[in-house]
C-alpha cells in the first residue's frame, strides 16, 4: 500500500532517474492519476491519464487488443499489461500503471466485486497482480489505487536494488 510519503518519495525516485509515469484506469476512473497529482512538483514526472472505463476505449485509444477483450473481457492480466503499454505509447512516458476491475457493487464480466487487475509496463519493467479487494466500491476503487501506487514504488525499489548488487558484483 501507498501512502502520501511513499508516493512523494516515489516521484522523487522518477525525477531522480529521469523517468515519467503515466496511467491507463478503468475502474479507478481518474482517481489513481488524482492522487498522484496530489503531490507539488509532480508536473516534473507525470505526463497525464486516459480514463478508459469503456472497454471499446481500451481498444481504440490504448490498443489493447480487440481480440483479447472478447475472449476474456476487460478483467485480464493481458488487458492489464495492454493498458499500460498502451498509456506509455500514447502519452510518451517511460512508466505506465494501470488499473482494470470490478468495483462492484455486484459482480460484472463474470467476476465478482473485488476482483481486479494492476499492471505496470515500461522502464521498470513489466508485471502484473491481481487483487481480490473486499468492502464497498469506494474501498475497492481505493484499494485498486493504493495497490497501483505500491506496484510502482515496489517496482522502483526493485531497480534500485538491483543496480546497487550489479555494482557491487562489478
Known amino acids: 500500500m501507498a501512502d502520501g510519503e511513499e508516493l512523494r518519495r516515489t516521484v522523487e525516485a522518477l525525477k531522480a532517474r529521469g523517468l515519467t509515469l503515466c496511467c491507463a484506469e478503468s475502474l479507478t476512473g481518474g482517481a489513481l492519476a488524482s492522487r498522484i497529482v496530489n503531490v507539488p ?6 505526463r497525464g491519464a486516459v480514463v478508459s472505463y469503456a472497454t471499446d476505449v481500451k481498444a481504440s485509444v490504448l490498443g489493447v487488443s480487440q481480440n483479447q477483450l472478447d475472449e476474456t473481457g476487460p478483467v485480464d492480466e493481458t488487458v492489464a499489461r495492454q493498458m499500460a503499454r498502451g498509456a506509455c505509447r500514447v502519452l510518451a512516458a517511460d512508466v505506465g500503471v494501470a488499473t482494470t476491475g470490478v468495483a462492484g457493487p455486484g459482480p460484472a464480466d463474470g467476476h ?3 476482483t481486479v487487475w494492476i499492471a505496470i509496463s515500461g522502464a521498470l519493467g513489466e508485471r502484473a497482480e491481481l487483487l481480490a479487494l473486499d468492502g464497498s466500491r469506494t474501498e475497492i476503487r481505493e484499494g485498486a489505487v493504493q495497490c497501483a501506487l505500491g506496484l510502482v514504488a515496489r517496482a522502483l525499489d526493485d531497480v534500485v536494488t538491483n543496480t546497487k548488487s550489479n555494482l557491487l558484483q562489478e
Open 112 to 114: 465478482p466485486a473485488g
Open 41 to 46: 512538483g509532480v508536473s516534473a514526472v507525470f
